[in-house]
């Protein structure tokens, strides 16, 4: 089932999840939704109170040496902890929550972290890469932040400016 994706501003991507403590059938179908809704908007990185689930839940789903997207390439990282970071990189991002809007944004670039999967199996593992850098992304979903937050104060004027002008072209 494809879910709708919350879009900036909308004050529940402000909102703090909670971790999930149940892995039941329940969480189980809210995941494959999210899959569904993630691969069909054409995204690689899910969290679900992008589609008004709070809870820290969230899928990552990289494409492959070929650019295919493969499900057994898929991620599902429940109540997850960075356990360690280091190094820093620069990449282009964008969110399915800010359709459109792509900029520069600075993370670790190797991340240590903690997770539980869908059976509330316990894991740590290291992470490198665009995988560390879309870890990083989707917990700050998790918090209530988005990568916008982390521009510059005259790269978010400038999203600001174009956010609106694209409102009133859509009005
Ligand atoms: C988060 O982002 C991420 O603007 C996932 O029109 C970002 O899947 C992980 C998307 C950067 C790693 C690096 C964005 C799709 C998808 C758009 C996404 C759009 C259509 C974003
Ligand atoms: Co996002």
Redesign the pocket.
Known sequence: MILEILVYPHKLLREKSKDVTAFDSTLHTLLDNMYDT?VF??????AAIQVGFPLNALL?N?VDEEGLQKKENLYEILNPEILEKDGAVV??????S?????DE?ERAAHIKLAYYDRYGQRHEEEFRD?MA??VQ??MDHLRGHL?IEKLSYLKRKKFEKEWKKKQKEKA
């Open positions: 993630m908007k054409e995204g690689i990185g899910l990552i990289l990449y282009q991002e964008g969110c399915l800010v359709p459109g809007y792509y944004v665009l850098i879309a992304h989707e990568f």
